[in-house]
């Protein structure tokens, strides 16, 4: 069964620093992995998707990289703003039978502080 | 997302009540999910389907069925409501397995 771990749970840090955070996974058959964002009260908001035949995606000030064969990915943020404060899920794709669907981490909560 | 919508958006009801969620696409997506989020157990599959009236159950699917009569309806019913079900419910889309996920915007649901 796949087991996807996120740490840390929660991260505190001041505007402006750059950051990273972690996901590993149990299980390398995997199609994709996904990061999403969720905001207090909201839903899940896709923000990179990395193949499993990749290794990053890039979106502004995001980067996730994948090291399929490690079984971990990261979530690097740049220039945080107190705007990026949300609740970051990292969710893998399994390639295998019953794990065709997305199993997700429990998440780092993540704040900037102004 | 626009492409995806879920009603109602919040739901009161009683124990012991039937209540049914309903999940609209409008991107033809072949697959369709049913997730619940709740604190200190972070997403889990209730159930989801690969095509229409083809449906399989997630990890925790007891107490559930689901229904998809056509592509871009997908209905997660409860047929007696307990407080246990008491959860945020997401509905999510997907094309292809290499494609990504795409979530509702989330029904919350007391059940009293």
């Known amino acids: 069964k796949q087991e996807v771990t996120q740490i840390p749970a929660a991260l505190s840090v001041p505007e402006g620093e750059n950051l990273v955070l972690n996901c590993s996974f149990t299980?390398?058959?995997?199609?994709?992995l996904q990061w999403f964002r969720q905001d207090p009260g909201k839903g899940l908001t896709s923000l990179l998707l990395?193949?499993?035949?990749?290794r990053e995606q890039t979106s502004g000030r995001l980067n996730a990289s994948l090291d399929k064969s490690s079984g971990r990915s990261t979530l690097y943020i740049a220039a945080s703003q107190p705007g990026d404060s949300a609740t970051y899920l990292c969710?893998?794709?399994?390639?295998?039978?019953?794990?065709?669907?997305?199993?997700f981490g429990s998440g780092t909560q993540l704040t900037v502080l102004p | 997302d626009a492409g995806i919508t879920q009603s109602p958006r919040h739901k009161v009801t009683e124990t012991g009540t039937p209540v049914t969620l309903r999940c609209h696409q409008t991107?033809?997506?072949?697959?369709m999910y049913w997730y619940r989020q709740d604190p200190g157990h972070g997403l889990r599959l209730i159930h989801y389907s690969y095509g229409v009236k083809d449906t399989d159950k997630g990890e925790v699917s007891d107490g559930y069925s689901v229904s998809r009569s056509k592509t871009e309806d997908f209905l997660l019913t409860l047929e007696s409501a307990t407080s246990s079900q008491t959860s945020v419910y997401f509905c999510?889309?997907?094309?292809?397995?290499?494609?990504?996920?795409?979530f509702g915007s989330g029904t919350r649901l007391t059940v009293v």
């Open positions: 999510a889309i997907s094309g292809d397995v290499n494609y990504g996920y795409t």
């Open positions: 991107e033809n997506h072949r697959y």
């Open positions: 299980d390398s058959a995997i199609y994709n």
């Open positions: 969710a893998v794709r399994g390639s295998s039978g019953s794990a065709r669907q997305l199993t």
């Open positions: 990395i193949q499993s035949s990749q």
